[in-house]
C-alpha cells in the first residue's frame, strides 16, 4: 500500500492507494513527504474540487466495509454537488427507514471522505452532525459547494 499525504486548504490529507486504487483518504496533521503519480492525480482532481472546477470525480476506487456500510456509502454517491440529505433520507434510500442511526455509523467509518460525500449528509433538523475530519471541515466542505449554513 503506497501512502501519500497534501496539503490542501482544509489540511493536510493521506491517500492511501494500491495499484492505482485508492482505498482510503485520511485527515492528518503533517506531511510524511510520500508522492506518486496516482497520488498526484488524485491530489489535482481534489484541487479542482476546492477550486469549484469539479462537481465528481473520476477516481478508482474500492470501498471496503461490510454490505450495510456499502449500501449507505453508494447511497451518498447519489447526493448532488451542493445539496444535502438527513440520515433519515438515506435510511430511507436503502430501505432501512428506522436504521438512520446505523447510516449515521456507517458515515462516520466512510474511508474516503469527500470523494463520497458523507460531509453531505445533515441532520433530519438541518443541524450539522459530526463529521470524521472535525465539523469545521464539513462546514468548509459544504460552503465551498454553495450550500448555505
Known amino acids: 500500500m503506497q501512502i501519500d499525504t497534501y496539503n490542501t486548504p482544509i489540511g493536510f490529507i ?3 492507494h494500491n495499484n492505482n486504487v485508492l482505498y482510503r483518504l485520511n485527515f492528518v496533521s ?3 513527504g510520500s508522492k506518486s503519480d496516482f497520488g498526484n492525480m488524485v491530489y489535482k482532481q481534489l484541487c479542482e474540487y476546492f ?3 469539479r462537481k465528481y470525480f473520476e477516481i478508482a476506487y474500492e470501498l471496503i466495509g461490510t454490505s450495510f456500510q456499502k449500501n449507505v456509502w453508494n447511497a451518498l454517491l447519489k447526493i448532488s454537488y451542493g445539496q444535502t440529505r438527513s440520515y433519515k433520507d438515506i435510511a430511507i ?3 432501512s427507514p428506522k436504521a438512520f442511526r446505523a447510516v449515521g455509523m456507517a458515515n462516520n467509518k466512510n474511508p474516503i471522505p469527500i470523494i463520497v ?6 441532520g433530519s433538523d438541518g443541524g450539522l452532525v459530526g463529521y470524521g475530519g472535525g465539523l469545521d471541515i464539513k462546514i468548509k466542505l459544504l460552503q465551498l459547494e454553495g450550500v448555505a449554513i
Open 14 to 16: 493521506e491517500l492511501s
Open 93 to 95: 434510500d436503502i430501505a
Open 117 to 122: 460525500p458523507c460531509h453531505r449528509v445533515i
Open 30 to 32: 503533517k506531511d510524511n
Open 51 to 53: 477550486n469549484g472546477e
